[in-house]
């Protein structure tokens, strides 16, 4: 595998203490923007109940207004009605003063029926002069009714007038107080359309303060920004750690890689190392065959020899060396060193003294 370094997890604790602050940063932006929205949302609801309120006082005064416009309609109607009723009188007056003065007396108008009626009897009529005969019969019969009402006064004129005279001022009076109540009305619509336009002004301020708490544009886009960058810290944090993490499990195999490189390696040079000490053991051991097997206490036997000779006078030793020291080395089969042996004792053997001996008897 490919070397890797080991992880910095110094270097990977400060990158996710800052993404942690600003993580806590943007939390504590967005607390301050909900309880801001929160308080918003209060205040809307009482502005939303006062709106209400509002609406259903302002429903209540156009009610009354649709009241007052209904009870208008009625005067109105019965000021017309007043009206064409006077119309009519007046048409009918008229009528029967035409038709009194068309026909002249009672007696023209029974000639003129009994005249016509006879041609119904014995003429044969087309239709068009049928119908010309029978509305003239109709309007001689309204004139004989006028003129024989008009008899049972002294003058049917001034009968005719006297009675338009009457209903004429019956109906000035009902025109009169018609007309009253009509203005008190308008008056009341008019006070009424005014409190209208005064609450659709507080209902209009109303919603105007609710609005202007509503959420902006800005702020919404503001909080839809801060989410997304929280979640992008959220995932850089998540990579921070999962690369940190990767990166020691890449380390830890490739340590271990090594590690068992490095355990083939020195058994290699283990091996090789017992392969040389192997050999050379069995060198030893061969050398050590070849040997005689008394050499080291031989070697002993020689060393403490020389060392009671030193420790003799010279001349006895030189005898005792000459005459015995050949036959017993010969008859052991071994030969005799002729060097100094390095005393064992530190000098207490005493050769060295007898030296000193022997230059005082020379002296």
Same mark, same amino acid.
């Given at each position: 595998?490919?070397?890797?370094?080991?992880?910095?997890?110094?270097?990977?604790?400060?990158?996710?203490?800052?993404?942690?602050?600003?993580?806590?940063?943007?939390?504590?932006?967005?607390?301050?923007?909900?309880?801001?929205?929160?308080? @918003?949302?209060? %205040?809307?609801? $009482? #502005? /939303? =109940?006062? &709106?209400?309120?509002?609406?259903?006082?302002?429903?209540? *005064? +156009?009610?009354?207004?649709?009241?007052?416009?209904?009870?208008?309609?009625?005067?109105?109607?019965?000021?017309?009605?007043?009206?064409?009723?006077?119309?009519?009188?007046?048409?009918?007056?008229?009528?029967?003063?035409?038709?009194?003065?068309?026909?002249?007396?009672?007696?023209?108008?029974?000639?003129?029926?009994?005249?016509?009626?006879?041609?119904?009897?014995?003429?044969?009529?087309?239709?068009?002069?049928?119908?010309?005969?029978?509305?003239?019969?109709?309007?001689?019969?309204?004139?004989?009714?006028?003129?024989?009402?008009?008899?049972?006064?002294?003058?049917?004129?001034?009968?005719?007038?006297?009675?338009?005279?009457?209903?004429?001022?019956? @109906?000035?009076? %009902?025109?009169? $107080? #018609? /007309? =009253?109540? &009509?203005?008190?009305?308008?008056?009341?619509?008019?006070? *009424? +359309?005014?409190?209208?336009?005064?609450?659709?002004?507080?209902?209009?301020?109303?919603?105007?303060?609710?609005?202007?708490?509503?959420?902006?544009?800005?702020?919404?886009?503001?909080?839809?920004?801060?989410?997304?960058?929280?979640?992008?810290?959220?995932?850089?944090?998540?990579?921070?750690?999962?690369?940190?993490?990767?990166?020691?499990?890449?380390?830890?195999?490739?340590?271990?890689?090594?590690?068992?490189?490095?355990?083939?390696?020195?058994?290699?040079?283990?091996?090789?190392?017992?392969?040389?000490?192997?050999?050379?053991?069995?060198?030893?051991?061969?050398?050590?065959?070849?040997?005689?097997?008394?050499?080291?206490?031989?070697?002993?036997?020689?060393?403490?020899?020389?060392?009671?000779? /030193?420790?003799?006078?010279?001349?006895?030793?030189?005898?005792?060396?000459?005459?015995?020291?050949?036959?017993?080395?010969?008859?052991?089969?071994?030969?005799?060193?002729?060097?100094?042996?390095?005393?064992?004792?530190?000098?207490?053997?005493?050769?060295?003294?007898?030296?000193?001996?022997?230059?005082?008897?020379?002296?």
């Amino acid at each position: 595998p490919k070397k890797v370094g080991r992880p910095d997890e110094n270097k990977k604790n400060a990158k996710l203490e800052a993404i942690s602050r600003r993580q806590k940063e943007i939390q504590a932006e967005q607390r301050k923007m909900r309880e801001g929205k929160e308080s @918003s949302r209060a %205040q809307r609801t $009482v #502005l /939303s =109940e006062k &709106i209400k309120e509002a609406r259903d006082t302002i429903n209540e *005064i +156009r009610n009354e207004d649709r009241r007052v416009g209904t009870d208008l309609k009625s005067l109105y109607d019965a000021k017309n009605a007043i009206k064409a009723a006077q119309a009519k009188r007046r048409e009918d007056a008229k009528k029967a003063r035409d038709a009194v003065k068309a026909a002249g007396s009672g007696r023209s108008v029974e000639d003129r029926i009994r005249e016509l009626e006879m041609r119904q009897q014995t003429e044969t009529l087309s239709l068009a002069e049928e119908k010309r005969i029978l509305r003239e019969l109709g309007e001689l019969h309204d004139a004989r009714r006028i003129m024989l009402a008009a008899t049972e006064s002294k003058d049917a004129g001034s009968a005719a007038a006297s009675a338009v005279a009457a209903a004429a001022a019956g @109906s000035k009076d %009902q025109w009169a $107080v #018609l /007309s =009253e109540r &009509i203005t008190a009305k308008q008056a009341e619509r008019t006070a *009424i +359309r005014e409190r209208i336009d005064a609450q659709a002004k507080i209902l209009n301020e109303l919603k105007a303060k609710r609005d202007a708490l509503s959420a902006s544009t800005a702020d919404r886009e503001k909080q839809q920004a801060l989410s997304a960058e929280y979640l992008e810290l959220r995932a850089e944090y998540k990579k921070v750690n999962d690369d940190f993490y990767q990166q020691r499990r890449d380390y830890r195999a490739w340590s271990n890689y090594r590690r068992a490189q490095d355990d083939i390696k020195y058994a290699a040079i283990r091996a090789e190392e017992a392969a040389k000490h192997a050999e050379e053991q069995k060198r030893f051991e061969e050398e050590e065959a070849k040997r005689h097997p008394w050499e080291a206490e031989m070697a002993l036997c020689d060393a403490l020899l020389a060392q009671l000779s /030193s420790m003799l006078p010279e001349d006895a030793g030189e005898s005792k060396d000459g005459a015995t020291e050949a036959p017993v080395a010969a008859a052991n089969g071994l030969k005799v060193l002729k060097k100094e042996i390095e005393d064992p004792w530190g000098g207490l053997g005493g050769g060295k003294k007898g030296k000193k001996g022997k230059k005082g008897k020379k002296g």
